[in-house]
């Protein structure tokens, strides 16, 4: 088993959806990138750190089925390539890997801003009536009229489409971050399959 492998992107957002939802979160009210470690509330330096916006119900809603639609692939996918890992008999739960997903929310990088390296094994996001664990990052692509801001994931360098949606595990193996953004702004948005 290849770790690459387990990283996949499929354009399941229609570029309509994408540039409907960008009007208004080029709107909206954000609030700086923080996350904790042992309980410690923890931010890079102002100026480059990214802002966030969680989405409203409605917002999330739009997004949901291609979502749902880029997992499934996903799954079928991973299953194909790796049978000694699809253990399931039910070959017609919409979430066989995962459950469901956590509230999405919105990472707005403007320019000189990044995300440092770092895993999503997470608890933070299940603080609330949810209990779990991430089990698959998946990060959706809103806009690519920017530059740089890459993800770098291990060592590969991706660059994204708009309405792309890239899925990877949560774990330790697969440390991640996105690279200084060198022109514009750059729009996309995180959820956790569990
Ligand atoms: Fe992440």
């Avoid at 920017?146 to 990877?168: A, M, N, P, W």
Wanted: charge should be positive; proline fraction near 4%; glycine fraction near 6%.
């Amino acid at each position: 088993m290849n770790l690459y492998n387990f990283i996949k992107v499929y354009n399941t957002i229609p570029k309509k959806v994408c540039v409907n939802l960008l009007k208004k979160f080029k709107k909206v009210n954000y609030r700086r990138h923080q996350w904790q470690n042992n309980g410690i509330v923890i931010g890079s330096r102002k100026e480059e750190e990214l802002k966030n916006y969680d989405l409203e119900k409605k917002e999330q809603d739009t997004l949901v089925p291609f979502v749902k639609e880029a997992l499934n692939k996903y799954r079928d996918e991973i299953y194909q390539e790796n049978p000694l890992i699809n253990y399931s008999n039910d070959k017609n739960d919409p979430f066989k890997m995962v459950e469901s997903v956590s509230p999405f929310r919105l990472n707005r990088y403007d320019e000189q801003s990044n995300m440092a390296v770092h895993v999503d094994h997470i608890y933070t996001i299940f603080d609330g009536q949810e209990k779990g664990i991430p089990i698959l990052s998946v990060v959706g692509i809103l806009n690519q009229n920017y530059e740089g801001g890459d993800f770098k994931i291990i060592d590969k360098y991706l660059k994204f489409k708009t309405g792309d949606i890239l899925i990877f595990p949560s774990n330790f193996m697969y440390p991640h971050e996105v690279t200084s953004i060198t022109k514009g702004t750059r729009y996309s948005f995180v959820t956790w399959g569990y």
